[in-house]
T-cell receptor
Framework: GESVGLHLPTLSVQEGDNSIINCAYS??????FIWYKQESGKGPQFIID?????DKRQGQRVTVLLNKTVKHLSLQIAATQPGDSAVYFC???????????FGSGTKLNVKP | NAGVTQTPKFQVLKTGQSMTLQCAQD?????MSWYRQDPGMGLRLIHY???????DQGEVPNGYNVSRSTTEDFPLRLLSAAPSQTSVYFC????????????FGSGTRLTVV
């Protein structure tokens, strides 16, 4: 199967700091990438997505960067808040393949 | 809109029993999928459907069946439960597999003893 992994299983940041969560993918033909947030006891929640024809996409306090050369994806959260504490997953969808491949997740711990 | 509704929220089965996990969405989404999530791991795709009458296998389909008779419903059947199927199961839906990400249900926690 496809390989989507994360460099850091746990990330602790101070409230107000910026957070960067990283993800590596293996399929250079992948077309679509998504970041999800999962709070304890809940299903994953869509945060932001990006297509392979883009390098960067911004949302509210979040930015996703895609580096196709090294097959790397990152999620940047600005001014991290306690409510951002959760597990974050990246997902990869190969072109025309209809299947989502999830990474193992990074736990973000925001310290007050 | 209720979004994606999964039932039951919790279930305990004995080895060898069968059961169906229900999933329904009211957003007129064509794409629906089932995942399992094991402790400390990401989600793994079990089965998916791109529309009514169409289903296909994901990464870990063995021991599970699905059907898609309507756009709204996508039940997951465990044929003969095994302890290895102890997991949290999530159903998800979206307009398509490459548009806007999935909306997930709240999950079913299944324990097989």
């Amino acid at each position: 199967g496809e390989s989507v992994g994360l460099h850091l299983p746990t990330l602790s940041v101070q409230e107000g700091d910026n957070s960067i969560i990283n993800c590596a993918y293996s399929n250079s033909a992948s077309d679509y990438f998504i970041w999800y947030k999962q709070e304890s006891g809940k299903g994953p929640q869509f945060i932001i997505d990006i297509r392979s024809n883009m390098d960067k996409r911004q949302g509210q306090r979040v930015t996703v960067l895609l580096n196709k050369t090294v097959k790397h994806l990152s999620l940047q959260i600005a001014a991290t808040q306690p409510g951002d504490s959760a597990v974050y997953f990246c997902a990869e969808i190969p072109y025309n393949f209809n299947k989502f491949y999830f990474g193992s997740g990074t736990k973000l711990n925001v310290k007050p | 809109n209720a979004g994606v509704t999964q039932t039951p929220k919790f279930q305990v089965l004995k080895t060898g029993q069968s059961m169906t996990l229900q999933c329904a969405q009211d957003m007129n989404h064509e794409y629906m999928s089932w995942y399992r999530q094991d402790p400390g791991m990401g989600l793994r795709l079990i089965h998916y459907s791109v529309g009514a009458g169409i289903t296909d296998q994901g990464e870990v389909p063995n021991g599970y069946n699905v059907s898609r008779s309507t756009t709204e419903d996508f039940p997951l059947r465990l044929l003969s439960a095994a302890p290895s199927q102890t997991s949290v199961y999530f159903c998800a839906s979206s307009y398509s597999s490459d548009q806007g990400g999935n909306t997930f249900g709240s999950g079913t926690r299944l324990t097989v003893v």
